[in-house]
């Protein structure tokens, strides 16, 4: 039973980082005023991983470890997502955001 609760861990942390960047690209962004969305694509892509679980492995687990099928990953899942959802809106959207990217010379007194 270890065998398949560690590749059903795995699925959903590497799903996890994929949605993430996922949500950057598809610009659910911080600069975006529908930037909530990219939580509401999370949630699709686990429930979605849900359903793709149980129809792999509902048949190889004991009825008493079914609960299993669902939270196996999720806070990896969650914690993956929010990191590399936050590390995409930090590398790729940099920007001049209230005047943090000027110039150390204009900082600097004479």
Same mark, same amino acid.
């Given at each position: 039973m270890t065998q398949?609760?560690?590749?059903?861990?795995?699925?959903?942390?590497?799903?996890?980082?994929?949605?993430?960047?996922?949500?950057g690209f598809l610009g659910f962004t911080s600069d975006n005023p529908a930037a909530g969305l990219g939580a509401l694509l999370?949630?699709?892509m686990y429930l979605?991983?849900?359903?793709?679980v149980?129809?792999?492995?509902?048949?190889?687990?004991?009825?008493?470890?079914r609960r299993k099928l669902l939270t196996?990953?999720?806070?990896?899942?969650?914690m993956l997502f929010l990191f590399t959802w936050i590390l995409?809106?930090?590398?790729?959207? *940099?920007?001049? *955001?209230?005047g943090l990217g000027r110039n150390?010379?204009?900082l600097l007194p004479d």
């Open positions: 398949p609760l560690n590749t059903i861990f795995w699925i959903r942390a590497g799903l996890g980082s994929f949605t993430g960047l996922l949500a999370a949630i699709s979605l991983s849900v359903f793709v149980r129809g792999m492995y509902q048949t190889s687990i004991e009825a008493k470890d196996t990953g999720i806070g990896t899942f969650i995409y809106n930090t590398l790729f959207l *940099v920007e001049d *955001v209230g150390l010379e204009e």
